[in-house]
């Protein structure tokens, strides 16, 4: 699910697609990729969220490019995540529901957009 009002503007960074796994095992893990079109931007950043909560901020430019967030339901291994690309594990129950990727742009454009998946814990 594409949700933003640029998600069709060729000109503009997107979210092409979001691929996670449909369901993972409780103390489980797995793979969130975000593919993005750049459309002539600047990446500024990729972030991930698990419900409300962002878990991973990839910024490009910065020293520190990658990010972790404290999150009670999942860990997200940092050296086998890269750009939009996350690897998550030691998931619980309250980790299920959507996972969201946020990409946006530098300037002179600021574009943001986002993309939506569901993953269930079983």
């Given at each position: 699910?594409?949700?933003?009002?640029?998600?069709?503007a060729c000109h503009a960074i997107n979210v092409t697609r979001v691929v996670a796994p449909?369901?993972?095992?409780?103390?489980g893990s797995g793979d969130l990729e975000?593919?993005?079109s750049l459309g002539?931007?600047?990446?500024?950043?990729?972030?991930?969220?698990?419900?409300?909560?962002?878990i991973y901020r990839f910024t490009p430019f910065k020293s520190r490019m990658?990010?972790?967030?404290?999150n009670d339901f999942l860990t997200v291994d940092v050296d086998k995540s890269t750009g939009g690309k996350v690897h998550i594990s030691n998931v619980t129950v309250g980790a299920d529901g959507p996972f969201r990727?946020?990409?946006?742009?530098?300037?002179?454009?600021f574009y943001t957009d986002y993309?939506?998946?569901e993953v269930r814990v079983v």
């Open positions: 699910n594409l949700g933003s009002p640029t998600a069709n449909t369901h993972l095992m409780v103390g975000c593919q993005i002539g931007d600047t990446l500024y950043s990729i972030k991930w969220y698990q419900g409300i909560n962002e990658q990010q972790v967030f404290h990727c946020e990409v946006s742009a530098e300037a002179p454009t993309g939506v998946t």
